[in-house]
Nanobody, 125 residues
Framework: QVQLAESGGGLVQAGGSLRLSCAAS????????MGWFRQAPGKECEFVGY????????YFADSVKGRFTISRDNAKNTVYLRMNSLKPEDTAVYYC??????????????????WGQGTQVTVSS
């Protein structure tokens, strides 16, 4: 059974930065496409970005493009989400997700097989 564990969330001032980590266990990490999603109170789960298992290519939602980056360290079975220039509207619980198979669209939550428990990110004005 694959397990994912996010960490690195916290309270930051607007304009600040955070780096979230997602450690995977119980599977072959290098074979997973890894995605990041977030959910603010009262809102639906929103796609943030993903990183490919093969090429390392990344894709981001328009709301975070240019501010967030994703990287992975296969030796550590860990994927990272670096968040810069944070805004209050970035406040949410952030989740990492893993897909063990090929999917057509990694922007959708149904493309992913495993999910972490989430980590809270709060950005103050």
């Amino acid at each position: 059974q694959v397990q994912l564990a996010e960490s690195g969330g916290g309270l930051v001032q607007a304009g600040g930065s955070l780096r979230l980590s997602c450690a995977a266990s119980g599977g072959t990490f290098r074979m997973y496409t890894m995605g990041w999603f977030r959910q603010a109170p009262g809102k639906e789960c929103e796609f943030v970005g993903y990183i490919s298992r093969s090429s390392g290519a990344t894709y981001f939602a328009d709301s975070v493009k240019g501010r967030f980056t994703i990287s992975r360290d296969n030796a550590k079975n860990t994927v990272y989400l670096r968040m810069n220039s944070l805004k209050p509207e970035d406040t949410a619980v952030y989740y990492c997700a893993a897909d063990k198979d090929f999917s057509v669209s990694y922007r959708q939550i149904l493309s992913y097989d495993y999910w972490g428990q989430g980590t809270q990110v709060t950005v103050s004005s």
